[in-house]
T-cell receptor
Framework: QKEVEQDPGPLSVPEGAIVSLNCTYS??????FMWYRQYSRKGPELLMY????GNKEDGRFTAQVDKSSKYISLFIRDSQPSDSATYLC?????????????FGTGTRLTIIP | GAVVSQHPSWVICKSGTSVKIECRSL??????MFWYRQFPKQSLMLMAT?????????EQGVEKDKFLINHASLTLSTLTVTSAHPEDSSFYIC?????????????FGPGTRLTVL
């Protein structure tokens, strides 16, 4: 069993729709939960991070962590074609700046104009 | 700010040759650099962690004699794939972490696509 499971998609939604991306994990020691966006042939770009359980909102993006269920989500409101990319969840046991990151496989998202 | 570059962006080489990939932090000093590998439709896997002036720490299953990492300065780390074989073909991505609060996270480079013929 992989430590982090993520549906690879692809996921296609019409512009303006709400997008829900999810990951599950098995390591209860994970404390930091991150979402990265990766465009084709580019490196990952940090979108949001949360520490422990709870919600965090940043503009059109909301990250949600449920440690009891070992489940994290990223919601994108009012989706735009520019949101089309691969979204990676990542987790770490300690401060994600200097700790090993464990990534999901990524979900490829396409927003249809 | 917090820009990380990689060179080359892509490279094709013959089996048995060695390839060097550079990772640079352009506008900050990177105390720690990380090297990841990403196979098609798979997740990024950490290969090794290097601190400036120290030997790299390799993840289990990664051959340190095959993947040589040098972190000689606070802005440059190199990964050399020695005696490359077709199974080493992959997307190699580095990340860098700085020493101040603004750069105290991992910033990723754009990646290097290696194809071994």
């Amino acid at each position: 069993q992989k430590e982090v499971e993520q549906d690879p998609g692809p996921l296609s939604v019409p512009e303006g729709a709400i997008v829900s991306l999810n990951c599950t994990y098995s390591n209860s020691a994970f404390q930091y939960f991150m979402w990265y966006r990766q465009y084709s042939r580019k490196g990952p770009e940090l979108l949001m991070y949360t520490y422990s359980s709870g919600n965090k909102e940043d503009g059109r993006f909301t990250a949600q962590v449920d440690k009891s269920s070992k489940y994290i989500s990223l919601f994108i409101r009012d989706s735009q074609p520019s949101d089309s990319a691969t979204y990676l969840c990542a987790m770490s046991e300690g401060n994600f700046g200097n700790e090993k990151l464990t990534f999901g496989t990524g979900t490829r998202l396409t927003i249809i104009p | 700010g917090a820009v990380v570059s990689q060179h080359p962006s892509w490279v094709i080489c013959k089996s048995g040759t060695s390839v060097k990939i550079e990772c640079r932090s352009l506008d900050f000093q990177a105390t720690t650099m990380f090297w990841y590998r990403q196979f098609p439709k798979q997740s990024l896997m950490l290969m090794a962690t290097s601190n400036e002036g120290s030997k790299a720490t390799y993840e289990q299953g990664v051959e340190k004699d095959k993947f040589l990492i040098n972190h000689a300065s606070l802005t440059l780390s190199t990964l050399t794939v020695t005696s490359a074989h077709p199974e080493d073909s992959s997307f190699y991505i580095c990340s860098a972490r700085g020493r101040d609060s603004y750069t105290d996270t991992q910033y990723f480079g754009p990646g290097t696509r290696l194809t071994v013929l």
